[in-house]
């Protein structure tokens, strides 16, 4: 086993010995030990609903075209533990964890902080930040008020989106869950609002706590006139990648303001080209061969524009299957998944459509404690879609719902059996529930692609989306060749989600 392995196997185990307390004394005790490493640092802090990583990830695309070293912290990652940790696109190396993290346990040790999965990985990044970036753009885990993200003072706040989501440690309303979100608020610090959230609940916080607060549309009324995005109304955007590459140009207006001598060096074409990246499985569209869904040649990273080639030595079929990656995973995610899925493959004139009628083909993994019933029949009744068949599957991960018991709370909801299949994982070693279930899924949406004999509006259209955690697999069936955890750091991955706050009852806040 590699130090590496070695270090990261503790950091998923060690909650099983420290249960979380919400709250920042952990954090805020790892930061002073460890010389406040991003004090006056600009920083982009980041929470909210839906939105928050694709917004992260295009305002540090951004920061990087104008050439900053950015620092980027986002969670959870898809297949490496290293993905939660980037500077300028590269993730934080093996090496560089191994060195870091004995170091951050022995402070804990120490000192005798209790610290958790999430705030040591927060404290990890925040080090690290200080020896290699110049900039730096947080995505909150999971609310805002007492995420350990909270310890730093940022230049820009921006809150995305708020819904019903985390809803057993965040609140039942919407409004209580925006008093979570707008914990990140800091006196004299402005504060973005997205256009779907409480305006009245968070800018009457906003008031209290002395943070400054904006709504897109005052970013660009006020700040940048004229230039591209400052004309479109974020409320009217029914595209979420447009909706967040919107919310991001416009904190990246706001950190114009905040930072000396950034108005000059970060141009409106940096925003430009960095607000037009998107991260992976973000309706990240792919078209696969159907000889085979392994592919030789993909590298990991941004790819979302990329259309694998067949392998070496492998004719491409010229009616291959056509894959979008999602991780829309709660009905608000959904809703937008599907208006998206509406405007490129529903039928032209039918409830938004702009395409040819396509049909739709669904590959689902969920977590337990998402509204699985709702966001199933979310899927099977979307109007001006035409959804052939939902294909259930199994993260291997603790929180993830079995195949069995979605289609059980399927048909406890009435909607008809024969439109799910449940792909069980294979015993012995035999391909995960996900590998098999997308397998299954391109295979036939070949075939009837083929049956239909390539006529316009009959080749199917396979969407992967729901829990993240079903996307490395997904991916590595898909051909993609990008970092993973070795087996013996997967074997323990979820086990930094025994006796956390995700695991609260209700009420626990």
């Known amino acids: 086993m590699s130090a590496y392995e070695s270090a990261v196997r503790k950091l998923y185990q060690v909650n099983m010995w420290n249960p979380v307390k919400l709250g920042l004394e952990n954090i805020q005790s790892l930061y002073r030990l460890l010389g406040y490493p991003t004090r006056g640092m600009p920083i982009v802090h980041i929470s909210g609903t839906n939105g928050k ?19 980027l912290f986002v969670s959870p990652h898809v297949s490496s533990f290293r993905e939660r940790v980037q500077v300028s696109g590269e993730l934080i190396s093996e090496d560089q964890v191994s ?16 610290a958790t999965f999430f705030e040591l990985t927060t404290a990890l990044a925040l080090d690290h930040f200080r020896r290699h970036a110049d900039v730096v753009v947080l995505e909150v885990g999971l609310g805002g008020r007492l995420d350990s ?18 809803t057993r440690i965040l609140g039942d309303t919407i409004e209580e869950i925006a008093g979570e979100k707008a914990g990140i608020m800091k006196a004299g610090v402005p504060v973005l609002v997205g256009p779907r959230a409480p305006q009245q609940v968070l800018r009457a916080h906003a008031a209290r706590v002395g943070s400054p607060y904006f709504t897109p549309q005052d970013v660009y009324g006020q700040f940048m006139q004229g ?15 447009a909706e967040n590459a919107h919310l991001a140009r416009a904190a990246l207006g706001l950190l114009r303001l905040e930072v000396p001598g950034m108005r000059d060096r970060l141009t409106s074409d940096h925003i430009d080209r960095g607000v037009a990246s998107r991260p992976p499985c973000r309706y990240q569209v792919l078209r696969v061969d159907p000889q085979t869904t392994k592919r030789d040649d993909l590298q990991g990273g941004d790819t979302s524009n990329i259309s694998p080639q067949p392998a070496q030595g492998q004719e491409s079929d010229p009616r291959r299957v056509e894959v979008v990656l999602d991780v829309g995973h709660n009905p608000p995610a959904l809703t937008q998944l599907l208006a998206k899925l509406r405007r490129s493959y529903g039928a032209q004139g039918e409830q938004g459509g702009t395409g040819d009628g396509r049909p739709l083909r669904f590959v689902l993994g969920m977590s337990r404690d ?6 199933m029949a979310q899927i099977l009744t979307a109007p001006g879609l035409k959804v052939q068949h939902i294909h259930l599957v199994e993260a291997e991960h603790p929180r993830a719902a079995s195949p069995s018991s979605m289609l059980a709370r399927a048909l406890e909801m009435g909607l008809p059996e024969a439109a799910f299949t449940a792909h069980e994982s294979g015993a012995g070693g035999e391909a995960s529930s996900v590998s098999r279930g997308v397998q299954a899924a391109v295979r036939e ?10 006529q316009e509006g009959e080749e199917e259209v396979v969407v992967v989306c729901g829990s993240v955690f079903i996307m490395a697999d997904a ?8 970092p993973k955890d070795s087996d013996v750091i997967v074997e323990v991955a979820g086990q930094h989600l025994k006796n956390t ?8 806040k």
């Open 149 to 166: 993200t909270n310890v730093v003072t940022p230049s820009v706040s921006v809150i995305t989106s708020i819904g019903l989501d985390h």
């Open 475 to 482: 991916r590595e069936t898909l051909g993609f060749d990008e």
């Open 53 to 71: 990583g694709s917004v992260a990830w295009k305002v540090s695309r951004a920061l990087r075209e104008a050439g900053y070293r950015d620092g």
């Open 445 to 454: 949406a070949s075939a009837k692609s083929a049956s239909g004999a390539g």
């Open 227 to 241: 230039e591209q995005g400052g004309a479109q109304d974020s409320e009217g955007l029914e595209d979420f990648d």
């Open 370 to 375: 998402k509204d699985m019933g709702d966001c």
């Open 99 to 114: 060195a870091a993290l004995p170091r951050i346990f022995d402070l804990c040790e120490k000192h005798e902080i209790p």
């Open 501 to 508: 706050q995700e695991l609260f009852p209700s009420g626990q």
